[in-house]
């Protein structure tokens, strides 16, 4: 009695979230007896996670006609648009950004908010000065341009105002400038006044340097006729 017990409570008890596995419906298994002369068989090869790691990469270095066709239209449109100020600026993942309210305050002060992608970004820049930007197209990425040197200030005065955007580099007439660079810029009144000024100031340069060549000359000549009438 005691044995018949034991055994009675070994019975294993099997949980109803694993459910038994059932075959498959007899006319599923007619269908597919009747078609496997007609289709082929399908090969599963198995690769090691490195080699598909490797190949999405390559896969993803690939641009459809579709990115092509986008790139050369934004191409097109930057250098008819004669751009002479550009920046790449960051997206911060702050909550609550409104991009169309951005897109439309930064229109209003002259500056053009863009934003094609990283992948679409690297192949307009390819082949040309602003290839160098690649590096900072990390993550997610939005371009402000401008026609005037005046951008600058404005693109930082305007980024300042929102906390989910982050100027990196600014491009100004095919020239990378640094941050602390353009900040200095930004803080003066006027770049065509700080052009207007160093005019100015090689301009009294050039005719000082001129008054001092006329006064050494007339030295040299009174010397010279010192010597003269000495001699």
């Given amino acids: 009695m005691i044995g018949r017990n034991l055994l009675a409570l070994q019975t294993r008890a099997v949980s109803s979230k694993y459910p038994r596995p059932t075959p498959r419906h007899y006319k599923r298994r007619l269908f597919e007896a009747a078609l496997q002369p007609e289709v082929p068989q399908i090969q599963k090869t198995c690769v090691s996670p490195d080699f598909a790691y490797r190949q999405k990469i390559e896969e993803s270095k690939k641009y459809s006609e579709v990115e092509l066709a986008l790139a050369n239209l934004v191409k097109q449109w930057l250098t008819n648009g004669e751009f002479r100020v550009m920046a790449v600026c960051q997206f911060l993942p702050v909550p609550g950004r409104t991009l169309w309210f951005a897109k439309n305050q930064l229109r209003s002060k002259n500056i053009e908010f863009r934003n094609y992608g990283n992948k679409i970004l690297k192949k307009v820049f390819e082949g040309t000065p602003m290839s160098s930007l690649d590096v900072v197209l990390v993550g997610s990425n939005a371009i402000l ?60 340069q050039t005719a000082q340097f001129s008054q001092t060549l006329d006064q050494a000359t007339r030295q040299l000549s009174g010397l010279l006729d010192v010597y003269q009438q000495q001699k």
């Avoid at 990378?176 to 005019?199: H, P, W, Y």
Wanted: glycine share 4%; charged share 25%.
């Fill in 145 to 204: 341009l401008g026609k005037d040197l005046s951008a600058i200030k404005s693109i930082i005065q305007e980024a300042d105002k929102l906390n989910w955007l982050e100027p990196l580099v600014i491009m100004a007439d095919n020239r990378i400038l640094s941050m602390e660079f353009a900040r200095n810029l930004s803080k003066l009144t006027s770049l065509e006044d700080l052009r207007v000024e160093t005019s100015q100031i090689l301009g009294q």
